[in-house]
């Protein structure tokens, strides 16, 4: 099983603005939920805690194996998200590892 997990840093300077968009990203990311069909579990949530130097959303999703993880990215679904998520994203850092 690979461990998907995935932050980002919206790109808006405007903080009700980033707090509406983080929210956006991941009810976007958690309605994938039984669509993609790759996805064995998956949470977003936008940071509540507002530390200095925390990103403002994050995702974690559990996927079988490297095929069906390349099969996610390529999901219509998938693909309309991130559509949204790289239009107010600045920055973004993801790691996979087995679980």
């Known amino acids: ?15 009700a603005e980033r707090v509406e968009q ?30 200095d130097g925390n990103w403002d959303v994050a995702l974690v999703a559990d996927i079988e194996n490297a095929d069906d993880l390349e099969a996610y990215q390529v999901h219509p679904a998938h693909v309309e998200a991130a559509g949204y998520i790289r239009s107010v994203v600045a920055s973004r850092v993801a790691v996979d590892f087995e679980v």
């Open 22 to 51: 983080a929210a956006e990203v991941a009810r976007r990311l958690n309605a994938l939920d039984g669509v993609v069909p790759q996805l064995r579990a998956v949470r977003a949530g936008a940071n509540t805690v507002p530390i």
């Open 1 to 15: 099983m690979i461990r998907h997990v995935v932050m980002w840093r919206l790109a808006s300077e405007d903080a």
